[in-house]
C-alpha cells in the first residue's frame, strides 16, 4: 500500500464515519427521486449509517444523478460536478441516469449521465428500491477507500 | 417587423416597474425545489413583489418520441412522464386510445383501474403532507409522514409487482387481476389507514406552529382559482367543486359517486390558503379509503382485458382510425391526453399531454404576491408541483433558449402552413391577418 499523505489520511477517515450525498434531477421523472427520499426516512433510514442528503454540493462527498440529461441541464451538471469537492463519487440511479432508458432519439435528450460527467457506480431499476440505492452508496464508499488507497483512479 | 423579446430586457423591464426590487433568483437547481425550474423574484424589504418562472428544464421530448413508436410502447413511455403519479398518465391515455379504437373494457378491469388510482392518490398526498412538512421545518413529521406512507407501497408492489410504476392498465383493461385471496391484506392496510386520520388532523390541522406558517398564507380567491383555471386539490381548497370524477364520471366511477370535496366539507370556511390544501388532501385521503372500499365491495366477476392476447391488440390498434381525449383525476388535478390514430400506422400520428401542474403554475404569481421571501418553498410546494409532468415544450433556438411572443408564434405558424401548403396543394393559402 502506498504511504498516504496525513491530509489525504484524515479525508479518509472522515469518509468512514459518514458520507453525504447531494441529489441532482438532471430531468428525470421524479421516481428515483422518490425511492432516494424513501431510502433516507424510516423504514430504510440510511442516516443511521451516517448517509445525509445535504443541501448544497460543497458539502458532499457522493452526488445522486437521476434521470437523464437534457439539453438545458448539461451546463447546471457539468457545474455541480465541478463544485464537488475531491473525493468524489459519483452514481447514476436509474436507468434512465445510466443508459437513457426509454428516452432515447429525442431532440432535448443528451443522453446518460456518463455522457456529461464521468461516473463511478450505476444502479439499474425503473425505479431501483431503495434497497439497491442502499448497496449503490456502499459500493461508492468501497470505492472511495481504494482511491484514497490510490489502487484505483 | 416582429421583434423578438429576449428574457434578459423582459427582467429590464420589470426591474424598471419596482426599482427599490432586489432580484432574487431561485433555481433550477435549489434545496427547496425537488426538481429543475427557475423562479426569479422581485422582493422589496422582505415582501415579494413580483414572480417570473421560467420552466424547461425537464423537457425531454416525451411527446415527440411517442410518434415514433407503437402505441404499447407509448403507453411505458406514458407511465415515466412522472414517477409520482406513475398511473395517472397510462390511465388518461388508455381512455383517449380505446375512444380512438372503439375499444369495450370489461367492467372487472374498471374496478380494478380504480383501486390503483386511489391507491396512488393516497400515496401521493401523503408524500405532499411530509414533503410540505419538511418545507415548514417539521422534519421530524416528514419522517413520520414517510413511515405511514411504506404500507401503501407494499400493498401496489403485492397488486402490481413494483412501488412505483405499475404497468397496470393496457388498452382494453388491465395486465394483473386483483384476486379475492389478496382483498384481506388491502382491507387491513386501509384500517390501519384510517385509524392514522385523527393523528394527521391533530398534527397538520391542530398543530398552533403549522396554523401560524399556513392560514392566510399563499391566498388564491376562488375567483382567481377559477379565471387561471387552477386544478385539482388547488381548485378545491379554494372552494371550486371540480373532479373529473364527479364532473365527467369515467372507470367505475359513475356507480361510486364521487363528490368534489372542499374545506367546507370539514365545517371550515374557505379561505384558500395553504391550510385549506392541507385539509383538502387529508379529507380527500379518507375519500379514496372509502372507495377502495367500496370497489371491493361491488366489484363484479369477469375478464380483465378485452385482448389477452398483446398481439392481437396491436393489430387492432394498426387498423383503428380516430381520435380520442381521455381525463382523469390525478393526486395533483386533471390530466388529459389527446390522441390521434392512422389507420395502418403503428404510431400514434399525434400526441399530446396536458399535466395538472401546467394549469396550477398561472395560480402561483397570485399566490407568491406580497408573500414573505421564507414562505417561498411551502407556497411553491403547495400546489404539489410536478415539473416533469409539465414540461411539453421548449423552443431552442442555435442552442439558445428564447420565449417567443404570441405574433411570432404566429408567424411561425403561418411559415409552417405555407411550407406544408405548397407540399399538399396549392389551392391553400394561408391566412395573413393583421
Redesign the interface.
Known sequence: MKQMKLLERLKLSGLKRALWVYH??S?????????I??AL???YDVERFGIKLV??PRHADVLLVT??V????YE?VRR?YAQTPDPKVVIAIGG?ASTS?????????LGPVDNVIPVDVYIPG??P?PEAIIDGVVKAVAKLERLMEGKEG | MREKVKPEEKTEELTKACPTCFEVPIG??H?AL???IRFTFWIEGERIRKVDIRP???????E??GT?RNLIQVL??AE?????C?ISHPLAIVQAVEQAAGIEVPPRAQYIRVIIGELERIHSHL?WA?VAAHELGFDTL???V??VR?PV?DILEDLTGN???YAIPIYGGVRRDVPPEKYPKLKDALRYYRSLVDDFVNFFLRDPSIEARTRGVGVLTSEEADSLCAVGPTARASGLRKDVRQDWPYFAYPDLEVKALTPEDMGLEVRGDVYDRIVVRLLEVVQSIELIEQCLEEMPEGEITAFPKVAALLAHLKKAEGEGVGRHEAPRGEVIHYIRLEAGEEAPAVWKVKAPTYSNLMPWYPMFRDQEIADIPIVAASIDP?I?CMERV?I?CDGK?ETLLKDELLRLSWAKTERVASRVTRQVSPGRGG
Open positions: 441532482l434531477n430531468g428525470g421523472c421524479n421516481g428515483c427521486d422518490i425511492e427520499l424513501a426516512t424510516p423504514r443541501g448544497s434521470g437523464t437534457t439539453r438545458p441541464m447546471r455541480i434512465c432508458g426509454v428516452f432515447y432519439e429525442s431532440y432535448n435528450v425503473c425505479p428500491r | 433550477p437547481i434545496p425537488k426538481e429543475g424547461g428544464f425537464m423537457h425531454r421530448g416525451i415527440f418520441m415514433k411505458y413511455l415515466r412522464i412522472c414517477g409520482i406513475s408524500l411530509g416528514l419522517h413520520y414517510w413511515k411504506e407501497l412501488r412505483i410504476d410536478c416533469c421548449q431552442v433558449a
